[in-house]
């Protein structure tokens, strides 16, 4: 197989690789890496030296590729799916690149802040990364009025993909608004998607380790293990 991903199910931007090379049926082999273990840490180093993930090895052009954005627009170019994540039309490929920005910097860049003030106890003031994920949520929203039923329109994109980790992570943190009713239903649709579900089912025996998994609604989390017999 000539793909091979170095990932971890819980990291939201592996989810947003994995969401594209899902929907586009491509075969490739996980490469779980565990960042404490330190030959994990020595593989992921070797293709990637700044020792951050998502990261895909091409075999077949011997490339590793980094940044979940560029392995979507990579996959796109070279092992296209019957439907592309990104628009032929380059004007509409712009809509789906700033939306795709707009999860990544304005959804994620908040909510990996305030996972980290918990993870690491900080107790710094979180309200500002609260209030950014407000706003993008009253912005998404607005968005989401004309636009349907996916970001940029009819076809499903890597602007999804992005969505797809930020709104789940990020609505975990700073619940949607019924003032918001775009945004949920859109949210739903998202998270009933076939990709989309695929991966969040394979992140559910991780989900115990996220800091805020007290705030992951339960029909997201795995069912609990009967008791044993007595």
Same mark, same amino acid.
Request: aromatic share 10%; glycine share 4%.
């Given at each position: 197989?000539?793909?091979?991903?170095?990932?971890?199910?819980?990291?939201?931007?592996?989810?947003?690789?994995?969401?594209?090379?899902? #929907?586009?049926?491509? !075969?490739?082999?996980?490469?779980?890496?565990?960042?404490?273990?330190?030959? &994990?840490?020595?593989?992921?180093?070797?293709?990637?030296?700044?020792?951050?993930?998502?990261?895909?090895? &091409?075999?077949?052009?011997?490339?590793?590729?980094?940044?979940?954005?560029? *392995? *979507?627009?990579?996959?796109?170019?070279?092992?296209?799916?019957?439907? !592309?994540?990104?628009?032929?039309?380059? #004007? #509409?490929?712009?809509?789906?690149?700033?939306? /795709?920005?707009?999860?990544?910097?304005?959804?994620?860049? !908040?909510?990996?802040? *305030?996972?980290? /003030?918990?993870?690491?106890?900080?107790?710094?003031?979180?309200?500002?990364?609260?209030?950014?994920?407000?706003?993008?949520?009253?912005?998404?929203?607005?968005?989401?009025?004309?636009?349907? !039923?996916?970001?940029?329109?009819?076809?499903?994109?890597?602007? /999804?993909?992005?969505?797809?980790?930020?709104?789940?992570?990020?609505?975990?943190?700073?619940?949607?608004?019924?003032?918001?009713?775009?945004?949920?239903?859109?949210?739903?649709?998202?998270?009933?998607?076939?990709?989309?579900?695929?991966?969040?089912? #394979?992140?559910?025996?991780?989900?115990?380790?996220?800091?805020?998994?007290?705030?992951?609604?339960?029909?997201?989390?795995?069912?609990?293990?009967?008791?044993?017999?007595?």
């Amino acid at each position: 197989m000539a793909l091979t991903l170095y990932y971890h199910p819980l990291s939201s931007y592996c989810q947003k690789a994995l969401v594209a090379l899902y #929907e586009g049926g491509t !075969p490739f082999t996980p490469r779980l890496i565990d960042l404490s273990q330190s030959d &994990d840490r020595a593989a992921l180093a070797a293709v990637w030296p700044l020792v951050k993930f998502p990261v895909l090895h &091409d075999s077949a052009g011997d490339r590793n590729v980094a940044e979940s954005s560029v *392995i *979507i627009e990579y996959l796109d170019l070279r092992y296209a799916g019957a439907t !592309p994540l990104l628009p032929a039309n380059r #004007e #509409e490929a712009l809509d789906v690149r700033l939306w /795709d920005r707009v999860f990544d910097l304005h959804v994620q860049s !908040p909510m990996q802040a *305030i996972v980290a /003030d918990r993870l690491f106890a900080r107790q710094d003031d979180m309200q500002p990364q609260r209030d950014a994920l407000e706003r993008a949520w009253a912005l998404i929203d607005t968005h989401l009025r004309t636009s349907g !039923p996916w970001v940029c329109g009819a076809q499903f994109s890597m602007a /999804d993909c992005a969505a797809a980790p930020a709104l789940f992570y990020g609505s975990t943190l700073q619940p949607i608004s019924p003032r918001y009713p775009n945004l949920l239903a859109y949210f739903d649709r998202l998270m009933a998607r076939a990709s989309v579900e695929r991966v969040l089912r #394979e992140a559910q025996p991780y989900l115990q380790f996220y800091p805020f998994c007290d705030q992951v609604p339960a029909r997201f989390l795995a069912p609990a293990s009967p008791s044993p017999a007595v």
